[in-house]
Each structure stands twice: as structure tokens, then as C-alpha cells.
């Protein structure tokens, strides 16, 4: 391993600061590295994997696109675009879909999209959007832009004017921001990056009617939280809204890099026309054959249903450690996107790093927070060894 680490140091411009693992093949849950030391992965390349690796009939279908065509650019149709698309669609009750090669793009899409469908509302636009204290959208100018996080901005301004920030779940100081030029506001139906904070039902109904009184677009990222691990395909679904613009990614290819954004019918008629927006690899066969064949698969074998299944004995085993370590202070998430609050003297990188040295994957979320976002197919075997594993680094920790 040290010989990858090193060749990577080397030649990979350093933006990550990577742990000590160089993770060579997978299966099911489970990971293992170059030294055939074996990992239960409870952060599924963060909430990517949904199915794990190497779910049942899911390499097949990709396969069977790479002996066909991989590429063919968005100056033709092509089978699988179709195919990923109808599916999306049907799947999230909206209208259409843009595909993208990422989160943040889809994120940059979706920005677009609302400032064009202001544009087309008279003669003095708006063009403001409110976004959310503590939240995460990507890395690019746009979605820095739009990201409530300072430490992620420094280094990078002046960003993209015209942003307001509000406090997630005080719909108060959402109203406080709202003015004549504003086109939209941008929430995680819960916050993933900024600590796993799922959105009050009081608050994101709040903002929807706050969209419908002042013909504002609504825009919800889901590229954490959707794709059925909050306990239904979207989370939203869950709240009784539906936003005017929905970005996903990560677990819609399941490791495949794809992303998208969902339009309903309104965001879709007065916003993006031929010439606005364009991407040469977004929608491309293999990416939509991958996107396609998940959402059969999540139909097929009910995947949501037992994420519903399975969550409760998850929350159950960490309300127990919870109990039983005093560096545990607080629990919060929703289905298999759970945050456990670290504190009283320990740090939850030191968590991370020891559970990893014990063959657990956990990841981080803000400063004090243990993400656990697995594999959307675990069983409750895979959540005691889970705990087995964090009981083992706290103690090794203690």
C-alpha cells in the first residue's frame, strides 16, 4: 500500500487528505485493500454505493452498454437517455429531467434555470437566491457561491453575487431575506455536510408556501439525501411538497458519476430553452444505462421498503452506544442518514481513524459529527458488527 500512497502523493495534485487505505475491490458491504485486510463499509463512498458492490444484474447491464456504445454527444438521441429518463421522472412525480456528470453540476443547472425562469418575468428580473447557513452544494464558483459555509469561500472570492443566506428551519429569517429580487430558495431537505439536519416539516412547508405567494422557485438538494435512503425515493416525498427544482447524483449511478436535475412542469415551460444549457458527457449511454438499470432495481427488489425496514434497528443500536459512551451526545437523521454528535474531550476525526484501523468505514460531517450513511441493502448483522467495531475504536481511543 505504501507504494500506491506514495505514487499518488506524487503525481495527484493534493487536495485531499487521504487515510492510510488504498481500497483495491469490493462486495456486497464489504471493501477490501491492497493487503487484503477486509472493510465493512458504513460510508458508501459518501451515500454513493446504494447497492453496495457488485449488486445482482447491475455490472451486467453496464457490460452489456460498453459492447454497444458508451458515447454519442447531445446532438442525438440516444436509448438509454430515454430509458433513464422516463424512469427519473415517474419516480420523483415531475416533469424533466437534465442529466449531468455530478452533484455540483447539477446544482449549477439548477441556478440557471431559476435566474432564466425569472428572466422571463418581466422587465426587472430577479436574480437573488436564498440559501441556507451550514449547508454544502459543491465545490465550483456557482455552488460555492450558494454554499453557507465560509471556510469553503475564503480563498475563492468575489463568488457569484446575488446570494442571501438564512438559517435552515427558522422560516423567520427566510422571510427576512426575501425581496423584490429574489427568484429562489435553495435548502438540502437535509443537511448532510453541515452535520445531518433534517429539514423540520413546519419549515419546509413554510417555504414552499413562501414560493407559491411570490412566484418563487423552489429548489431542493437531494444529492446526499435522495435516492431512498431517508426512508421513501426522495425525502421530500415524505414532508407533503414537491419542490419546482430537485437535484440528485451520487446514488443514482451508484458509483457510476452521473447527476441531474428534475424540473416540474412550471420551472420547466419558463426557464432553460436550446442554447442555455449544454454538457458533451452528461446523458451519455453508459452513465444513463447505469441510472436506468438502478431504478429498476430499486423497484424491482423494493429497496426503499427496506431501508424502512432496517432503519429503526439501525437508530436503535446507536441510541445504545449513545447510552453507554459519554464522548456520544446527540443523535439525528433520518433512514439510513444518521449523525452522532462526538464531544466531552473527543474528536471525531480521532473516531474516524480508529474505526478505521478497527475495519469499519465511518465518515465525518461539520466539526463534531460521525456520519454513518451505508449501503442501502445492509442487514442487521452488518449494524452489530458496526457497533462491535465503533465499541472497539472508542475503546481503543479511552
Known amino acids: 500500500m505504501d507504494k500506491y500512497m506514495e505514487q499518488s502523493e506524487n503525481y495527484v495534485l493534493h487536495t485531499y487528505n487521504r487515510f492510510p487505505a488504498v481500497f483495491e475491490s469490493g462486495q456486497g458491504v464489504y471493501v477490501k485493500d491492497t493487503d487484503g485486510k477486509e472493510y465493512l463499509d458504513f460510508g458508501a463512498g459518501i451515500a454513493v454505493l446504494g447497492l453496495g458492490y457488485h449488486y445482482p444484474g447491475f455490472d451486467e447491464a453496464l457490460k452489456e452498454q460498453i459492447d454497444k456504445i458508451i458515447h454519442t454527444s447531445n446532438l442525438y438521441y440516444n436509448v438509454p437517455l430515454a430509458a433513464a429518463a422516463e424512469k427519473l421522472v415517474k419516480a420523483s412525480g415531475m416533469s424533466r429531467v437534465f442529466f449531468t456528470n455530478s452533484g455540483t453540476e447539477a446544482i449549477e443547472g439548477a441556478i440557471k434555470a431559476a435566474r432564466k425562469y425569472a428572466h422571463k418575468q418581466g422587465e426587472k ?49 427566510v422571510k427576512a431575506q426575501i425581496s423584490e429580487k429574489t427568484c429562489a430558495i435553495l435548502l438540502e431537505t437535509v443537511q448532510g455536510e453541515g452535520g445531518i439536519y433534517p429539514a423540520d416539516e413546519a419549515f419546509l412547508r413554510g417555504v414552499r408556501e413562501l414560493c407559491d405567494k411570490h412566484d418563487l422557485l423552489m429548489i431542493l438538494d437531494e444529492i446526499q439525501c435522495g435516492m431512498g435512503r431517508c426512508g421513501s425515493m426522495f425525502a421530500w416525498q415524505q414532508y407533503g411538497v414537491q419542490p419546482d427544482i430537485m ?37 451519455n449511454p453508459f452513465a444513463c444505462a447505469a441510472v436506468s438499470k438502478v431504478l429498476d432495481i430499486f423497484e424491482q427488489d423494493n429497496i426503499v421498503g427496506h431501508v424502512c425496514e432496517i432503519a429503526p434497528y439501525l437508530e436503535e443500536k446507536l441510541d445504545a452506544l449513545l447510552a453507554k459512551y459519554d464522548c456520544m451526545t446527540a443523535r439525528r437523521g433520518k433512514g439510513l442518514m ?61
Not at 442555455?276 to 446523458?283: F, I, K, P, R, V
Not at 474531550?345 to 450513511?373: E, F, H, Q, W
Open 125 to 173: 428580473p430577479g436574480y437573488e437566491i436564498i440559501a441556507m447557513n451550514h449547508s454544502f452544494h459543491g465545490r465550483s464558483v456557482g455552488a460555492l457561491s450558494v454554499t453557507g459555509n465560509a471556510h469553503y469561500q475564503e480563498a475563492f472570492r468575489p463568488l457569484m453575487d446575488g446570494v442571501r443566506f438564512a438559517d435552515f428551519n427558522d422560516l423567520e429569517s
Open 247 to 283: 437535484t440528485c447524483a451520487k446514488a443514482l449511478g451508484c458509483g457510476v458519476p452521473v447527476g441531474a436535475f428534475v424540473l416540474n412542469e412550471r420551472a420547466a415551460s419558463y426557464s432553460l430553452v436550446p442554447g442555455d444549457h449544454g454538457t458533451t458527457y452528461g446523458g
Open 338 to 398: 444518521q449523525g452522532v454528535v462526538i464531544g466531552n474531550g473527543v474528536k471525531v476525526g480521532d473516531v474516524v481513524k480508529a474505526c478505521l484501523a478497527n475495519g469499519l468505514i465511518v465518515l465525518s460531517a461539520g466539526s463534531d459529527v460521525l456520519r454513518i450513511v451505508p449501503p442501502l441493502i445492509i442487514e442487521k448483522q452488518h449494524v452489530d458488527e458496526m457497533a462491535q467495531k465503533i465499541e472497539k475504536a472508542l475503546g481503543s481511543l479511552a
